[in-house]
């Protein structure tokens, strides 16, 4: 997560790749993230540590490892941050900001949640701030994440739910994807036609959803006509529970993420 949403903002130059220091675990993203991206990989992570502005994008179950090689980092361990403390932003799954500032006294944490479509500047991110954090900070984290998509402000018990639907939606979406396409082959669509058909189909109902201000019941009963073709398909979707089976989708991801914190 972290490399997709550094990308857009190095492809645009809006980051310099001689600013960012790289700590990764894996010996093979270190060599691609040199190679590829031209980025700088501190094996040891003490430059990283040292910098003004960390993001975090670490599993939740490595993150007391990490904070103990954060602390080691800094030379002056404090118990709270001070007023010129710099920035830990992260975008570990469900980890509270309780918990950061705990194991990291001496940055000023922000928890962040942004999902994949950041790739494409089309991404969106939660954030919930941590304690000390001033109006100058917010505005350049804001702007940040807003160079990759929409950004909201989010009291930190809602960003669970937040996860859930954006974060973990992207791939409950792909299935509906790859299911849709499936069934065009079925009914006797070549594959690749199938897809681009599927792909195109979501993202001109997306847009029609938001433009237009729809709720999606209303774009349902426009093109459900009196026994007619899609109304047919709709009653295989109740049947099946598919209404359900999202909901419940979504609930189970936004427990998880509980779980993690």
């Known amino acids: 997560m972290a490399l997709a949403l550094l990308l857009?903002?190095?492809?645009?130059?809006?980051?310099?790749?001689?600013?960012v220091r790289a700590a990764v675990a894996s010996p093979s993203s270190a060599q691609r993230l040199r190679e590829i991206h031209g980025l700088a990989v501190d094996s040891e992570a003490t430059e990283a540590w040292r910098a003004p502005?960390?993001?975090?994008?670490?599993?939740?179950?490595?993150l007391d490892q990490v904070a103990l090689q954060a602390?080691?980092?800094?030379?002056?361990?404090?118990?709270?941050?001070?007023?010129?403390?710099p920035l830990l932003i992260s975008v570990l799954?469900?980890?509270?900001?309780?918990?950061?500032q705990r194991l990291f006294p001496q940055w000023r944490c922000v928890r962040a949640v942004p999902n994949t479509p950041c790739q494409v500047r089309a991404g969106l991110t939660g954030l919930a701030w941590g304690e000390g954090i001033d109006p100058d900070q917010r505005q350049w984290v804001q702007s940040l994440f807003?160079?990759?998509g929409e950004v909201l402000e989010l009291p930190e018990a809602q960003l669970d739910a937040f996860l859930?639907?954006?974060?973990?939606?992207?791939?409950?979406?792909?299935?509906?994807?790859?299911?849709?396409a499936d069934g065009a082959v079925a009914a006797?669509?070549?594959?690749?036609?199938?897809?681009?058909?599927?792909?195109?189909t979501l993202a001109g109902c997306a847009?029609?959803?938001?433009?237009?201000?729809?709720?999606?019941?209303?774009?349902?009963?426009?093109?459900?006509?009196?026994?007619?073709?899609?109304?047919?398909?709709?009653?295989q979707l109740e049947r099946a529970g598919v209404r359900s089976a999202l909901i419940e989708a979504v609930v189970a991801a936004a427990a998880r993420s509980r779980e993690l914190g």
């Open 53 to 62: 502005v960390v993001v975090l994008a670490v599993k939740p179950q490595q």
């Open 188 to 200: 006797g669509l070549p594959r690749a036609l199938a897809h681009h058909l599927t792909h195109r």
């Open 8 to 19: 857009p903002l190095l492809e645009s130059g809006l980051i310099d790749p001689a600013a």
């Open 71 to 85: 602390a080691a980092a800094r030379s002056h361990p404090v118990s709270s941050p001070a007023a010129d403390a």
């Open 207 to 235: 847009a029609l959803l938001h433009e237009q201000a729809l709720h999606p019941a209303q774009l349902k009963d426009m093109v459900s006509s009196p026994a007619g073709t899609t109304i047919a398909g709709l009653r």
């Open 93 to 100: 799954a469900g980890v509270r900001l309780e918990r950061l």
């Open 146 to 148: 807003a160079q990759v």
């Open 164 to 180: 859930a639907l954006t974060s973990s939606g992207p791939a409950f979406v792909a299935v509906m994807a790859e299911a849709l």
